[in-house]
């Protein structure tokens, strides 16, 4: 199944209570949530007890992406707030096995996020033991860049190793999908995408998801 996780960090804080219950009413699958510490990536999001509200909310589950410096430090806070799904950088964690680990014990699934320039191959000694892969398909840090092709190539790869490893993990892109490049995403073998600008930008969220998901 082809799923959608709209992304927060592009929709309207001056509305956000109504721009959560759209995301409630539509076909949307997850709700993705990045949170940045301005070390890692050079930009900030919002902590923890903005997800606090945000998960009082939300009646979908949340995909919670840790664009931070040690994210192992937050699994409680992860767990505490409902995350379905903690998502950590490869190159933040320097036990990623341990981490992922932990997370799994704290009962929820456990994702890990590849930088562009980062190679799936990295990942062939722990992809059996991680739920979700998270490609970047920008530089992260901010919302609207534009797409970079060679995904699609790293997608083939990943999925090419998933099967080789006889792994269930699901693929996700996040980072300049559009409705144009989604249909070829989805083909390349992406699970999962994240749309942010596409989707809170748009004059229609509900419609636009619903057209994101065919």
């Keep these: 199944m082809k799923m959608l996780a709209p992304s927060l960090l592009s929709a309207d804080f001056g509305n956000l209570q109504k721009e959560i219950a759209l995301i409630n009413q539509s076909d949307a699958d997850w709700l993705h949530i990045d949170v940045m510490d301005g070390v890692f990536v050079p930009n900030i999001s919002f902590g923890f007890p903005v997800l606090e509200y945000i998960k ?3 009646t979908k589950p949340l995909d919670v992406h840790l664009m931070i ?9 992860c767990k505490q707030i409902g ?13 990623l096995h341990r981490t992922i680990s932990a997370i799994r014990q704290a009962g929820m699934k456990a994702g890990v996020t590849l930088n562009p320039h980062t190679p799936v191959e990295l990942l062939q000694d722990i992809i059996q ?3 979700l892969v998270l490609l970047m398909s920008v530089n992260p840090g901010f919302g609207g860049q534009k797409f970079i092709e060679n995904t699609y190539e790293k997608i083939a ?4 190793l998933i099967l ?8 996700e892109v996040d980072g300049g999908v559009t409705l144009e490049n989604a249909p070829k995403l989805y083909t390349a073998g992406a699970d999962v995408l994240v749309a942010g600008n596409a989707v809170f930008k748009s004059d229609d969220i509900i419609n636009t998801i619903k057209q994101l998901k065919k």
Excluded: G, W
């Design 56 to 58: 009082r909310l939300s």
């Design 69 to 77: 410096v040690e994210p192992q430090k937050f699994i409680n806070e």
């Design 83 to 95: 995350a379905m799904m903690m998502n950590v950088h490869y190159e933040a964690c320097i036990h």
């Design 129 to 131: 033991d991680v739920d």
């Design 157 to 160: 790869r990943l999925r090419e």
């Design 164 to 171: 080789k490893k006889n792994a269930r993990t699901l693929i």
